[in-house]
């Protein structure tokens, strides 16, 4: 079992910055590739970013990549998003979660087992 905890959303004008965190329980975090999706009202969940449990290989949505980073310290159980050049359409519940099935692309939320409950994140124009 791994519990997901996130934190780090709020408001923020367009062009700025904000930093996702997720919190992970249990030993055996460094085992599991880990996403962030966001979800939009009225929209359907989509893949942000992701990595390997080592943290070795990352890969990124068209539309965040050069503007967000996805790290991760398995040492303290944690992942990263580092979200810059905000714009409106970023604005989104964003979710961590770690993936149980990687035979899956890293695209399918059906990927991930386990779901953190989302934070969310409002970029003002």
């Known amino acids: 079992q791994v519990q997901l905890v996130e934190s780090g959303g709020g408001v923020v004008q367009a062009g700025g910055s904000l930093r996702l965190s997720c919190a992970a329980s249990g030993r055996t975090f460094g085992r599991y590739g880990m996403g962030w999706f966001r979800q939009a009202p009225g929209k359907e969940r989509e893949f942000v970013a992701a990595?390997?449990?080592?943290?070795?290989?990352?890969i990124y949505a068209d539309s965040v990549k050069g503007r967000f980073t996805i790290s991760r310290n398995n040492a303290e159980n944690t992942v990263s998003l580092q979200m810059d050049s905000l714009k409106p359409e970023d604005t989104a519940e964003y979710y961590c979660?770690?993936?149980?099935?990687?035979?899956?692309?890293?695209?399918?939320?059906?990927?991930?087992?386990?779901w953190g409950q989302g934070t969310q994140v409002t970029v003002s124009s």
């Open positions: 979660a770690a993936q149980v099935s990687p035979t899956r692309s890293w695209y399918d939320p059906y990927s991930y087992g386990y």
């Open positions: 990595l390997t449990g080592s943290g070795d290989a990352t």
